[in-house]
């Protein structure tokens, strides 16, 4: 009987077309690996696409991915949406007649189709419709939980991830297993762990410096470069294999946390002045005005670092939740209109983000959810963390 690796080099093998597909949340180690994959697959010989829903960063403390992990090899190859997933095709029956000749023509909505017979006519009952199968055959799902967090992926294409064989490929506990084919290591670090012993027990040939490079960048962006409590030896082990593999490790470090701005680490300070915890430091917060952003000429995106060195530097918090004003003013006399707050709670352990804000209609993921209130910062702060503080409650916390 074969193994779960070999299962899944099995159906890589006999697939004609592959889809490798990620959560919407574009977390580093899921975008790394679904490139490492790519990259491997390719060196295989197999036709396969990289798809993915693409980020939403308005309203939500989140660098653009293309900023972010475009350095990556092959980066440029994920596409935001599946294309051409069936044909549609018109059959005409040409038992009693052959086809002379063949036009089309637009006319508004309608696409018009002319054909000459050779001899005789052709009736409405000569014609048919019907769908083409799908265009992939196999589905590889890294790193994402459960089928709803690939976003609109899923949600548009539902029958097509219901009829198609999954592979999916996780190291989370939170993981729905929704896969034919499920291998979820708990004890990896990271996606690109479980992956890097998948490749090389096949055929270590197959990684090169890119895949290596994909690979080691995932575990860094996971292990917040090697800063996180749960490495462990085998994550140390890696990690000096994909580097004697060719993996580049001073600009992966370099291009994800080495530039920082001046101005940035000032919008930091403010942060951290104002840093407040519950005593235990399982939640900890903080709020930050437009004034700040003003004066320090930053962004509420310039916040998702200062998250980065709270998670780190605070081992014991479960929940991050960082509360900032944005003022809107009109057009024509800049004159102020409107004060919103927006909240963005990232989850650290096992809690569910979202259902933290669910009494504020939330978007984003079980990891990283965002709601925008129409109130001052400090009105927020009262509303919005004594709800929180209540469902940790609730949760036993």
Known sequence: MLNQEQQIFEQIKKAQNILITFSKSWNGDS???SLAFFLLLKKMGKNVDIVAEEPVT????????????????????????LENLRKFIISLDITNSKVSQIKYKMEENALNFIISPKDGFFTADDI????????????ICLDTPDLESL????????????????????????????????????NAVATGEILF???????????????????????????????????????????SQLIALGARRDEITGRLYRSRDLNVL???????????????????????????????ETSEEDLNDVIEELIVNIPQARVITLIYEKINNTQEENEITECQT???????????????????????????????????????????????KNQMEKLAV
């Open 197 to 239: 012993n998948l490749f090389q027990n096949y055929s270590r040939d197959l990684i090169d410096e890119d895949t290596a490079t994909c690979l080691l960048a995932g575990i860094i962006a996971k292990t917040k470069s090697f800063k996180t409590s749960n490495i462990t030896p085998q994550t140390l082990s890696i990690t």
């Open 342 to 388: 927006n909240v963005a709670v990232f989850s650290v352990k096992s809690i569910n983000a979202f259902d933290l804000l669910k009494d504020f209609n939330p978007q984003g993921s079980k990891r990283l959810a965002h709601a925008i209130l129409p109130k001052s910062g400090e009105e927020a702060e009262t509303i919005v963390i004594e709800t929180i």
């Open 266 to 296: 000032k919008l930091w300070g403010l942060v951290l002045a104002r840093l407040k915890s519950t005593s235990e430091n399982k939640l900890v917060w903080s709020i930050i005005t437009q004034d700040d952003f003003t004066q320090t």
């Open 31 to 33: 975008v790394a690996s």
């Open 151 to 186: 976003g609109k992926i899923y949600d548009n294409d539902t029958e097509f991830f219901y009829k198609t064989t999954i592979i999916n490929i996780d190291h989370h506990s939170d993981n729905e297993e929704f896969g034919q084919i499920n291998l979820i290591d708990l």
């Open 128 to 139: 048919s419709s019907s769908s083409s199968g799908f265009k992939y055959d196999l589905i």
């Open 58 to 81: 308005e309203n939500i403390i989140l660098k653009s991915p293309t900023k972010v992990f475009s350095f990556l090899p092959s980066f440029h190859e994920i596409k935001p949406a």
